[in-house]
């Protein structure tokens, strides 16, 4: 019987030197869920996908994706999912349809299955009058969805997405998920990804934090939302050991920005007014609003154990 699980993992390692660049990850992660793995700069997001797509060996522990170990069939693996780097993996001089010519013959495809599968792509990713432009002429957020289109030609059971909106702007990052999210629920891939841009990973059915290589608690984003606080209260302020001595005992350690102080607010009854005419002049300015999930991220990648964030 067939695993409900597309990726599992039980005690991933991968150590470079002294250094354990991911640490005893476990994950399952169901079939057709949108998975996102969140963390800063060198946390081991990408690490881990090269080790779950066979682009590196783990130093110890293992893997499966759709029920073939990595360790195992390394082939069935790349057979099985598709991936999109942070850096494209297209060439630039050529046209969208060289491209993706190219990688349906690395893919095995014959040319009649191709061509359907590129009309298809180009259909829903609005490209079908791109298809003999070369890709220098396009805009990067068309250049995006070329490198998503190339990741899913194959119709990969699992798809991997490293950072696939960087640098692009807001109205092309939001063009960008609708064609993902269609994708999804045309063919039902599973979708593992990473993002610096932590509204977009509000739309996955569940998103893990990793901090130095090693997995932080996670869950449904509108639970962790929900679960952090009723409101976030944001204070600058000229004296903070002051505004900190008066708020903590009430709401806790603060994160500590400088002269910008944020609080979790679980109470949905603090007066807030209230609360700025008793701090009077030693705040500048004071707003306060609804939790998402930047906010899970700052509590839970950098929790304010000391009040500062460093």
């Known amino acids: 019987m067939a695993s409900k699980f597309a990726i599992q993992a039980s005690g991933l390692t991968k150590i470079y030197g002294q250094a354990a660049a991911v640490n005893k990850l476990d994950l399952n992660i169901q079939s057709g869920q949108f998975y996102g793995l969140l963390g800063p700069n060198g946390a081991g997001k990408t690490t881990t996908i090269h080790m779950l797509t066979t682009m590196t060996s783990p130093t110890s522990g293992e893997a499966r994706i759709a029920d073939q170990s990595v360790l195992d069939d390394p082939v069935a693996i790349r057979a099985s999912v598709g991936l999109v780097f942070q850096d494209s993996a297209l060439d630039r001089m050529m046209t969208v349809d060289e491209n993706l010519?190219?990688?349906?013959?690395?893919?095995?495809?014959?040319?009649?299955?191709?061509?359907?599968?590129?009309?298809?792509?180009?259909?829903?990713?609005?490209?079908?009058?791109?298809?003999?432009?070369?890709?220098?002429?396009?805009?990067?957020?068309?250049?995006?969805?070329?490198?998503?289109?190339?990741?899913?030609?194959?119709?990969?059971?699992?798809?991997?997405?490293?950072?696939?909106?960087?640098?692009?702007?807001?109205?092309?990052?939001?063009?960008?998920?609708?064609?993902?999210?269609?994708?999804?629920?045309?063919?039902?891939?599973?979708?593992?990804?990473?993002?610096?841009?932590?509204?977009?990973?509000?739309?996955?059915?569940?998103?893990?934090?990793?901090?130095?290589?090693?997995?932080?608690?996670?869950?449904?984003?509108?639970?962790?939302?929900?679960?952090?606080?009723?409101?976030?209260?944001?204070?600058?302020?000229?004296?903070?050991?002051?505004?900190?001595q008066a708020l903590s005992p009430r709401f806790g350690n603060p994160v500590w920005e400088d002269q910008h102080l944020t609080f979790r607010v679980k109470d949905k009854d603090v007066d807030f007014s209230e609360l700025q005419r008793s701090l009077g002049q030693s705040v500048v300015s004071m707003q306060w609003r609804r939790p998402n999930l930047n906010d899970v991220y700052l509590w839970t990648v950098c929790p304010p154990e000391t009040g500062v964030v460093t």
Not at 173 to 188: C, D, H, P, S, T
Request: charged content about 25%; aromatic content about 6%; proline content about 3%.
């Open 101 to 244: 010519q190219f990688a349906a013959a690395l893919y095995n495809l014959k040319p009649a299955k191709a061509n359907q599968r590129i009309n298809e792509l180009l259909s829903i990713f609005g490209l079908e009058k791109k298809r003999h432009v070369k890709l220098v002429a396009l805009s990067g957020g068309q250049r995006r969805a070329v490198d998503i289109a190339r990741g899913v030609l194959h119709k990969p059971r699992v798809l991997f997405l490293d950072e696939p909106t960087i640098g692009l702007d807001l109205p092309n990052r939001r063009a960008i998920w609708r064609f993902v999210e269609q994708l999804r629920k045309q063919e039902g891939m599973t979708v593992f990804l990473t993002t610096h841009y932590l509204e977009e990973a509000e739309a996955c059915d569940r998103v893990d934090f990793i901090q130095q290589g090693e997995l932080q608690h996670g869950g449904a984003p509108s639970s962790l939302i929900r679960d952090l606080a009723k409101y976030i209260l944001e204070i600058d302020c000229a004296d903070t050991e002051a505004v900190n």
